[in-house]
Antibody, heavy 114, light 112 residues
Framework: EVQLVESGGGLVQPGASLKLSCVAS????????MSWVRQTPGKTMEWIGD????????NYAPSLKNRFTISRDNAKSTLYLQMSNVRSEDTATYYC???????WGQGTLVTVSS | DVVLTQTPPTLSATIGQSVSISCRSS???????????LNWLLQRPGQSPQLLIY???NLESGVPNRFSGSGSETDFTLKISGVEAEDLGVYYC?????????FGSGTKLEIK
């Protein structure tokens, strides 16, 4: 059974940094591009970026490129999202996805507030 | 960025009724490789999104065949032939032809 399990969300203050993780199982993680997508409280979906199966290439939404970094550790079947200088508008549920959006995690909620 | 406009924003249907959702793109989604990367997702209440249709008309594994997708270039449609109670939720179209990938604003399907 395919599973993607995100963690690392929570309440953070504006300007802080946060690192989200997504542990994959049930498929060969190192064979797939992986993505991060977020959903705001108002249910708007936003693509954050993706990373090639070997970690050698990343793409980002231009509006997030300077603050968010995607990485992966194929030995641990884990995808990461490093968020820096977070803002209130980063408040959202963050999902990792794979296999061209066929696989989704349960999401982890990030709330940015002082 | 590509803007995807979904209509209607909400839809109310009875069990067994057939319904359609439209997704219009601000640019052609036909890729240079000949494929059109337009997907449909369903998010049931309290759940993560799930992929229903990929590349306009391909049914994802395990998805009932009452769901079908059609369209080309800038106009796309998701049809549900015989709504069932489990189909309630929010439907999103999304495109992966042009970076950044973008999503429609969603269509909420309610069961009467």
């Amino acid at each position: 059974e395919v599973q993607l399990v995100e963690s690392g969300g929570g309440l953070v203050q504006p300007g802080a940094s946060l690192k989200l993780s997504c542990v994959a199982s049930g498929f060969t993680f190192s064979d797939y591009w992986m993505s991060w997508v977020r959903q705001t409280p108002g249910k708007t979906m936003e693509w954050i970026g993706d990373i090639k199966y070997d970690g050698s290439y990343t793409n980002y939404a231009p509006s997030l490129k300077n603050r968010f970094t995607i990485s992966r550790d194929n030995a641990k079947s884990t995808l990461y999202l490093q968020m820096s200088n977070v803002r209130s508008e980063d408040t959202a549920t963050y999902y990792c996805t794979g296999n061209w959006f066929a696989y989704w995690g349960q999401g982890t909620l990030v709330t940015v507030s002082s | 960025d590509v803007v995807l406009t979904q209509t209607p924003p909400t839809l109310s249907a009875t069990i067994g009724q057939s319904v359609s959702i439209s997704c219009r793109s601000s640019q052609s989604l036909l890729d240079s490789d000949g494929d059109t990367y337009l997907n449909w997702l369903l998010q049931r209440p309290g759940q993560s999104p799930q992929l229903l249709i990929y590349s306009v008309s391909n049914l994802e594994s395990g998805v009932p065949n009452r769901f079908s997708g059609s369209g080309s270039e800038t106009d796309f449609t998701l049809k549900i032939s015989g709504v069932e109670a489990e189909d309630l939720g929010v439907y999103y179209c999304m495109q992966a032809t042009h970076a950044p990938l973008t999503f429609g604003s969603g269509t909420k399907l309610e069961i009467k």
